[in-house]
């Protein structure tokens, strides 16, 4: 029986990936999150195999590997050296919003640790959300670290 894995999109835009195995091409389509609802398919073993092999989609967050059998756990593991940017770069929403609506030198602490173009526009489309509910520092502080001026960037 084939292993199956499941696998997700935190990320609010969407993702494709075309895999090609024994029954000719199969295409799986991510719609992004919307809200705090995000988006999953269920991979063949091969289909991940294939991602983690000949892709970064895992290691850029841009695909999360959901943790719910031992073989999901297993493949996360085998990330190796890549195993912190990974963690580094796979928020939900619900992580993102806590982290910009708490201190803020944790905030601060844990937004450095984003590594992934992608991913930091994710947190700043959230930012705009609530950038009401921010304070000033927090949003200059975001605007600094995205390098863009803050009017330019909540304008």
């Given at each position: 029986m084939e292993k199956i894995i499941k696998v997700a999109?935190?990320?609010?835009t969407p993702y494709v990936f075309n895999f090609i195995g024994n029954g000719g091409t199969k295409r799986y389509e991510w719609s992004g999150s919307k809200g705090n609802k995000f988006d999953t398919k269920q991979l063949p073993e091969e289909a991940v195999d294939w991602l983690m092999?000949?892709?970064e989609c895992f290691r850029k967050g841009e695909l999360v590997i959901i943790e719910d059998s031992e073989e999901s756990k297993e493949i996360i593991?085998?990330?190796?050296?890549?195993?912190d940017e990974y963690?580094?770069?796979?928020?939900?929403?619900?992580?993102?919003?806590?982290i910009l609506q708490g201190n803020y030198m944790k905030m601060q602490k844990e937004l450095f640790e984003i590594t992934v173009a992608s991913e930091k526009k994710?947190?700043?489309?959230?930012?705009?959300e609530i950038g009401d509910d921010l304070s000033g520092g927090k949003l200059k502080f975001l605007a600094e670290w995205m390098d863009i001026p803050q009017d330019v960037l909540f304008g």
């Amino acid at each position: 029986m084939e292993k199956i894995i499941k696998v997700a999109r935190y990320r609010n835009t969407p993702y494709v990936f075309n895999f090609i195995g024994n029954g000719g091409t199969k295409r799986y389509e991510w719609s992004g999150s919307k809200g705090n609802k995000f988006d999953t398919k269920q991979l063949p073993e091969e289909a991940v195999d294939w991602l983690m092999m000949n892709s970064e989609c895992f290691r850029k967050g841009e695909l999360v590997i959901i943790e719910d059998s031992e073989e999901s756990k297993e493949i996360i593991e085998n990330l190796g050296g890549d195993l912190d940017e990974y963690k580094s770069n796979i928020h939900t929403k619900e992580e993102i919003l806590k982290i910009l609506q708490g201190n803020y030198m944790k905030m601060q602490k844990e937004l450095f640790e984003i590594t992934v173009a992608s991913e930091k526009k994710f947190v700043i489309d959230i930012a705009k959300e609530i950038g009401d509910d921010l304070s000033g520092g927090k949003l200059k502080f975001l605007a600094e670290w995205m390098d863009i001026p803050q009017d330019v960037l909540f304008g």
